[in-house]
Protein backbone atom coordinates (compact mmCIF):
# COMPACT_ATOMS: atom_id res chain seq x y z
CA UNK A 1 0.00 0.00 0.00
CA UNK A 2 1.50 3.63 -0.87
CA UNK A 3 0.95 5.15 2.47
CA UNK A 4 2.30 2.12 4.70
CA UNK A 5 5.65 1.74 2.00
CA UNK A 6 6.15 5.48 1.51
CA UNK A 7 4.00 8.13 3.40
CA UNK A 8 4.27 6.54 6.92
CA UNK A 9 8.06 6.09 7.42
CA UNK A 10 8.63 10.24 5.88
CA UNK A 11 5.95 11.33 8.71
CA UNK A 12 7.03 9.10 11.31
CA UNK A 13 10.82 9.85 10.80
CA UNK A 14 10.54 13.23 9.31
CA UNK A 15 7.13 15.46 11.36
CA UNK A 16 5.90 13.11 14.54
CA UNK A 17 8.78 14.64 16.41
CA UNK A 18 7.25 18.12 16.54
CA UNK A 19 3.48 16.83 15.60
CA UNK A 20 2.41 14.18 17.67
CA UNK A 21 -0.18 14.13 20.97
CA UNK A 22 1.92 15.20 23.04
CA UNK A 23 3.10 18.14 21.19
CA UNK A 24 1.26 19.68 18.55
CA UNK A 25 3.33 22.00 16.91
CA UNK A 26 0.92 24.22 15.28
CA UNK A 27 -1.86 22.61 16.69
CA UNK A 28 -1.40 19.67 14.03
CA UNK A 29 -0.72 15.88 15.19
CA UNK A 30 0.87 13.84 12.06
CA UNK A 31 -0.49 10.68 14.10
CA UNK A 32 -3.89 10.62 12.75
CA UNK A 33 -5.95 11.76 9.17
CA UNK A 34 -8.79 13.75 10.64
CA UNK A 35 -6.13 15.95 12.09
CA UNK A 36 -4.22 16.66 9.14
CA UNK A 37 -7.48 17.33 7.45
CA UNK A 38 -8.48 20.29 10.16
CA UNK A 39 -5.33 21.96 10.39
CA UNK A 40 -4.02 24.77 12.20
CA UNK A 41 -3.82 28.71 12.16
CA UNK A 42 -2.45 28.28 8.60
CA UNK A 43 -5.36 26.29 6.80
CA UNK A 44 -5.50 22.23 6.27
CA UNK A 45 -2.27 20.58 6.71
CA UNK A 46 -3.46 18.31 3.48
CA UNK A 47 -6.60 18.53 1.07
CA UNK A 48 -7.15 15.68 -0.35
CA UNK A 49 -6.83 16.07 -4.44
CA UNK A 50 -5.23 19.14 -3.88
CA UNK A 51 -1.29 19.37 -3.54
CA UNK A 52 -0.96 22.77 -4.37
CA UNK A 53 -3.22 23.76 -1.64
CA UNK A 54 -2.33 22.02 1.18
CA UNK A 55 -0.06 23.46 4.20
CA UNK A 56 1.91 20.31 4.08
CA UNK A 57 3.39 20.44 0.75
CA UNK A 58 3.94 24.25 0.86
CA UNK A 59 5.90 24.05 4.15
CA UNK A 60 8.19 20.77 2.46
CA UNK A 61 8.60 22.92 -0.42
CA UNK A 62 9.77 25.74 1.69
CA UNK A 63 8.99 28.34 -1.00
CA UNK A 64 7.15 30.55 1.36
CA UNK A 65 7.41 31.64 5.05
CA UNK A 66 6.79 28.12 6.56
CA UNK A 67 9.74 25.80 6.30
CA UNK A 68 9.56 22.25 7.63
CA UNK A 69 11.42 20.36 8.91
CA UNK A 70 12.60 23.02 11.15
CA UNK A 71 16.51 23.42 9.94
CA UNK A 72 16.38 20.71 7.37
CA UNK A 73 15.15 19.91 4.24
CA UNK A 74 13.25 17.06 2.80
CA UNK A 75 14.77 14.99 -0.05
CA UNK A 76 13.10 15.82 -3.94
CA UNK A 77 12.15 12.26 -3.81
CA UNK A 78 9.95 12.58 -0.17
CA UNK A 79 8.45 15.89 -1.38
CA UNK A 80 7.39 14.04 -4.52
CA UNK A 81 5.87 11.08 -2.57
CA UNK A 82 3.89 13.51 -0.38
CA UNK A 83 2.70 15.37 -3.18
CA UNK A 84 1.79 11.90 -5.01
CA UNK A 85 -0.04 10.76 -1.94
CA UNK A 86 -2.18 13.77 -1.39
CA UNK A 87 -3.18 13.59 -5.30
CA UNK A 88 -4.23 10.46 -5.08
CA UNK A 89 -6.27 11.45 -2.54
CA UNK A 90 -4.22 11.41 0.89
CA UNK A 91 -5.59 7.84 1.77
CA UNK A 92 -4.53 6.43 5.29
CA UNK A 93 -3.18 3.16 6.64
CA UNK A 94 -1.40 1.57 9.22
CA UNK A 95 -0.70 3.98 12.73
CA UNK A 96 2.57 6.75 12.01
CA UNK A 97 5.08 4.93 14.14
CA UNK A 98 8.06 7.56 15.60
CA UNK A 99 11.28 7.01 14.40
CA UNK A 100 14.37 8.69 15.95
CA UNK A 101 15.68 11.24 14.16
CA UNK A 102 19.26 12.97 14.55
CA UNK A 103 19.21 16.17 16.04
CA UNK A 104 20.51 18.29 13.98
CA UNK A 105 21.70 22.42 14.59
CA UNK A 106 21.76 25.23 12.22
CA UNK A 107 24.96 26.49 11.33
CA UNK A 108 24.25 29.88 13.38
CA UNK A 109 24.29 27.81 16.34
CA UNK A 110 28.11 28.07 16.81
CA UNK A 111 28.78 31.27 17.73
CA UNK A 112 32.59 30.29 17.79
CA UNK A 113 32.17 29.34 13.77
CA UNK A 114 32.91 32.95 11.40
CA UNK A 115 30.18 34.45 10.19
CA UNK A 116 31.56 33.80 6.43
CA UNK A 117 31.34 30.33 7.05
CA UNK A 118 28.15 29.94 8.84
CA UNK A 119 26.56 32.19 5.77
CA UNK A 120 28.52 29.41 3.22
CA UNK A 121 26.68 26.44 5.05
CA UNK A 122 23.91 28.29 5.65
CA UNK A 123 24.25 28.91 1.53
CA UNK A 124 24.92 24.94 0.89
CA UNK A 125 22.01 23.34 2.95
CA UNK A 126 24.45 22.39 5.82
CA UNK A 127 22.99 20.98 9.25
CA UNK A 128 25.05 20.57 11.69
CA UNK A 129 23.75 16.73 13.22
CA UNK A 130 24.45 15.81 16.68
CA UNK A 131 25.23 12.16 18.11
CA UNK A 132 22.77 10.48 19.59
CA UNK A 133 23.22 11.29 23.86
CA UNK A 134 25.48 14.18 23.21
CA UNK A 135 24.57 17.31 25.37
CA UNK A 136 27.22 19.76 24.27
CA UNK A 137 26.90 20.99 20.18
CA UNK A 138 29.48 19.42 18.59
CA UNK A 139 30.78 18.31 15.00
CA UNK A 140 32.36 21.76 14.19
CA UNK A 141 36.05 21.90 15.25
CA UNK A 142 39.42 24.13 14.13
CA UNK A 143 43.07 23.00 14.09
CA UNK A 144 45.96 23.07 11.76
CA UNK A 145 44.59 20.00 9.16
CA UNK A 146 46.76 21.49 6.22
CA UNK A 147 50.10 22.70 8.18
CA UNK A 148 51.18 24.38 11.54
CA UNK A 149 50.49 27.61 12.01
CA UNK A 150 47.55 28.02 9.74
CA UNK A 151 44.18 27.54 11.53
CA UNK A 152 41.37 25.92 9.63
CA UNK A 153 37.66 24.75 9.99
CA UNK A 154 36.02 21.35 9.74
CA UNK A 155 32.38 21.01 9.95
CA UNK A 156 30.40 18.23 9.50
CA UNK A 157 27.43 19.16 6.74
CA UNK A 158 24.44 17.06 6.93
CA UNK A 159 22.65 17.40 3.77
CA UNK A 160 19.95 15.03 1.96
CA UNK A 161 20.21 12.23 4.13
CA UNK A 162 24.06 12.15 4.50
CA UNK A 163 26.73 13.64 6.10
CA UNK A 164 30.13 15.07 4.20
CA UNK A 165 33.24 16.40 6.27
CA UNK A 166 34.16 19.66 4.86
CA UNK A 167 37.50 21.60 5.66
CA UNK A 168 37.82 25.16 5.20
CA UNK A 169 41.19 25.76 4.62
CA UNK A 170 42.40 28.59 6.45
CA UNK A 171 38.86 29.73 7.11
CA UNK A 172 38.29 30.63 3.75
CA UNK A 173 34.84 29.79 2.36
CA UNK A 174 35.85 29.09 -1.03
CA UNK A 175 36.54 25.16 -2.21
CA UNK A 176 36.25 23.54 0.96
CA UNK A 177 38.06 20.15 0.79
CA UNK A 178 35.37 17.24 1.10
CA UNK A 179 35.82 13.91 2.71
CA UNK A 180 34.01 11.06 4.18
CA UNK A 181 30.45 11.20 3.01
CA UNK A 182 27.94 9.03 4.90
CA UNK A 183 24.61 7.83 4.81
CA UNK A 184 22.94 9.57 8.39
CA UNK A 185 21.44 7.05 10.43
CA UNK A 186 17.99 6.99 12.89
CA UNK A 187 20.56 6.20 16.04
CA UNK A 188 23.72 8.73 14.97
CA UNK A 189 26.89 8.53 16.89
CA UNK A 190 29.26 9.83 14.26
CA UNK A 191 32.01 12.85 15.88
CA UNK A 192 34.54 14.82 14.24
CA UNK A 193 37.62 15.78 16.70
CA UNK A 194 41.27 17.52 16.12
CA UNK A 195 43.85 14.75 16.61
CA UNK A 196 47.10 15.95 17.63
CA UNK A 197 49.91 14.79 15.95
CA UNK A 198 51.72 12.90 18.89
CA UNK A 199 48.16 10.83 18.37
CA UNK A 200 48.75 10.40 14.80
CA UNK A 201 50.61 6.63 13.63
CA UNK A 202 53.78 7.93 12.32
CA UNK A 203 53.50 6.61 9.19
CA UNK A 204 52.77 9.52 6.54
CA UNK A 205 55.78 11.79 8.40
CA UNK A 206 53.28 13.72 10.88
CA UNK A 207 53.40 17.76 11.73
CA UNK A 208 50.24 19.23 12.11
CA UNK A 209 46.77 17.65 13.32
CA UNK A 210 44.15 15.56 11.82
CA UNK A 211 40.27 14.75 11.98
CA UNK A 212 39.19 12.15 14.08
CA UNK A 213 36.31 10.33 12.89
CA UNK A 214 34.81 7.10 15.01
CA UNK A 215 37.62 4.74 14.12
CA UNK A 216 39.27 6.62 11.42
CA UNK A 217 41.93 10.06 10.88
CA UNK A 218 41.68 11.83 8.43
CA UNK A 219 45.12 13.39 7.40
CA UNK A 220 45.74 15.81 4.74
CA UNK A 221 49.65 15.00 3.22
CA UNK A 222 50.86 16.30 0.20
CA UNK A 223 47.56 17.43 -1.18
CA UNK A 224 45.75 14.11 -0.72
CA UNK A 225 43.98 13.06 2.10
CA UNK A 226 45.46 9.67 3.96
CA UNK A 227 42.82 7.72 6.55
CA UNK A 228 44.82 6.30 9.49
CA UNK A 229 43.70 4.12 11.56
CA UNK A 230 42.54 5.52 14.93
Excluded at 184 to 204: G, H, L, M
Aim: hydrophobic share 35%; with cysteine; charged share 25%.
Amino acid sequence: MFFDERVEPILGKRCLGCHNEELKDGGISFMDRDSLLKGGSRGPAIVPGKPADSVLIQAVRQEGELKMPPGATLSPQDVATLTEWIARGATWGKPVQPRREPVRLPPAAFRELPGGLVRELQKLGCTIPQASGATQPHNVIRGEFAKPGKTDWAALCSKDGASTVLVFWNGRRRNPGRIARAQDVDSFTRQITAIAPKNIEKQPPIDHQGIGDGSVIHYYFRGHWVHLGN
